[in-house]
């Protein structure tokens, strides 16, 4: 099904320096790991390449330091067919983030330095509005500040575009940016953060969810890992299974594949419902290959999985 409208991104590029071990190590210790690698990474270019990968019409907002890792960014999204639309900021730094993977496991901790990102700022949302305004989706996250992101939910929502915050990494938010989301795609932690209910279960997220759309968000859908998503909002509350690909080798990224997912389908025109399962087949898949941004797979993937 050919895309109907363009999908708009703000968020954070940043190098992922991923790290593989038995264990963490404590404070003061020194461990040998058993791999490395460099790649691309940042939830909202993961996103943007997830989306590019699958065939959306997809434009990425960001700033860049003028360094190696920056050279890394556009390469990236070149390759996944994602346009640009990048603040050059040669005063500060392309971000990278610390990513231990536990081996048994494949689970996963992460520190992130956004680096250039850091500095985007409502002003910079207000240079790029006409992109914002053209768009039929557009989506956010919390790496870069709250304000930026807030500034350009405001933008999407005056012009009837549909809007999507991925609260992460949780974090306090503005009562303001609610009633300016369409959806909220957070995951257990976050939604824990964000209503101050635990979920353990479908039933949990289904009590938080409310907390939220009483907030005002339209659509709320919180991502439950191996238990797949439950969307929740007005005249809907379906719990979709999680769809696997194979054995799992990496969380990491699989939240920001299900989000690219989320989104590109919405752009489609898909019904919301059958919008989250094609996101939980592409997080399906991402999760079977190691890496965020490489782990991401193409329509064609998906498509083959939803049809088994």
């Known amino acids: 099904m050919p895309v109907q409208k363009p999908v708009v991104i703000l968020g954070v590029f940043v190098a992922d320096t991923a790290y593989r071990a038995a264990r963490q190590p404590r404070l003061g210790e020194t461990i040998l790991g058993n791999d490395f690698k460099l790649g691309p990474g940042g939830k909202g270019s993961n996103q943007a390449v997830a989306a590019g990968r699958l065939g959306a019409d997809v434009t990425f907002m960001t700033r860049l330091g003028l360094d190696a890792f920056g050279d890394m960014a556009r390469s990236t999204w070149s390759a996944a067919g994602v346009a640009q639309a990048v603040i050059d900021t040669p005063e500060s730094y392309t971000g990278a983030a610390y990513i231990f993977v536990e081996e048994g496991s494949g689970n996963n901790a992460i520190i992130v330095a956004p680096g250039a990102a850091r500095l985007i700022s409502p002003a910079d949302i207000d240079a790029h509005a006409d ?178």
């Open 131 to 308: 992109l914002i305004r053209k768009a039929g989706v557009f989506v956010t996250q919390l790496e870069q500040p709250i304000d930026a992101a807030q500034r350009a939910l405001e933008l999407a929502r005056a012009a009837g575009v549909t809007t999507i915050l991925n609260p992460a990494p949780a974090a306090a938010l503005p009562d303001a940016i609610f009633a300016l989301c369409d959806y909220v795609t957070p995951n257990e932690t976050e939604t824990e953060e964000l209503t101050g209910l635990k979920v353990a279960t479908v039933e949990d997220a289904r009590r938080a969810a409310d907390v939220l759309i009483g907030k005002g968000v339209g659509t709320v859908i919180v991502t439950l890992g191996e238990k797949g998503a439950l969307i929740h909002g007005k005249g809907v509350s379906e719990h979709v299974p999680a769809i696997s690909a194979g054995p799992v080798v990496e969380t990491t990224g699989a939240g920001d594949a299900f989000n690219g997912g989320f989104a590109t389908a919405l752009a489609r025109a898909v019904a919301p419902v059958e919008a989250v399962r094609f996101a939980c087949a592409v997080a399906g898949i991402s999760v079977t290959r190691p890496g965020t941004a490489p782990s991401m797979p193409t329509l064609d993937e998906v498509e083959r999985l939803l049809a088994r």
